[in-house]
């Protein structure tokens, strides 16, 4: 610290430095004590007015442009833009849910089971025409059965003959009459079924005609052949030998 200098020193009288050891050999230094009493004396400025044209913005203009320029350069880090994007985004991904959950997945389901009813529909149709065809086809048998089995059951005429010799074999009678017309008519009657049948004319004491459906050679076969036809031909046929 510099050596604060005495008022009674002679300004014209050199410093000795051997004499004056508080000094550490640096050069003194003069100050004043500062007067707290003095008012400060603040720096006025004026502002200053320039003429600018009107082409030429102002200073304020030009710092107000540069500030906005400023500004809109700091926000093109946080642009709306990202934010529009994945909104936009979100609502499509929305739309195609939509449209495939409730528009795509039922139109498919629709046409599965529309088709899943038309095969099930053609086929019951084809079972239905193949049960009708299994039907005409069991009729158009059925009948052609029936008209084989009348052109079978069609039987010939029966024959009828008349005996004139004694033949000395055994006959069934069906029926008798003293008039040969009776008994023939009997005879054709018996012949529309089929029937064959012999005529016995009258002999020895007989005065009546006969009529035989079967024969035998001897009397025991040709009983049991009239048994055996008596529930077609009724308890009055017999037997005769002629």
Known sequence: MARKKNANDD??????????????????????????????????????????????????????TEYTNTYDYDDEGSSPWPKIFAVLAILALAGAAYWYFGKYQPAQRAEKERQELAEKEAREKKAREERLAAEENARLDAERRRAD???????????????????????????????????????????????STKIIPPFGKHKFYRLAIAEGDNYTDTQATADGMKAEYGEG?????Y
Not at 20 to 43: A, C, M, S
Not at 160 to 186: C, F, K, N, Q
Not at 237 to 241: F, G, N
């Open 11 to 64: 300004p014209d009288q050199p410093d000795n430095a051997e004499n004056g050891d508080d000094t550490f050999g640096l050069p003194e230094i003069e100050y004043e004590p500062l007067k707290r009493d003095e008012p400060v004396q603040t720096e006025q400025t004026t502002e200053r007015t320039t003429y600018q044209s009107p082409e030429q913005p102002t200073y304020r203009e030009q710092v107000h």
């Open 149 to 195: 089995s009348l052109a079978n059951i069609t039987t010939k005429e029966g024959s009828i003959e008349t005996l004139s010799d004694r033949t000395r074999r055994y006959y069934v009678v069906v029926a008798s009459a003293i008039d040969g017309d009776l008994i023939m008519d009997h005879a054709k009657r018996l012949s529309a079924k089929g029937v």
């Open 237 to 241: 046929i017999w037997v005769i030998r």
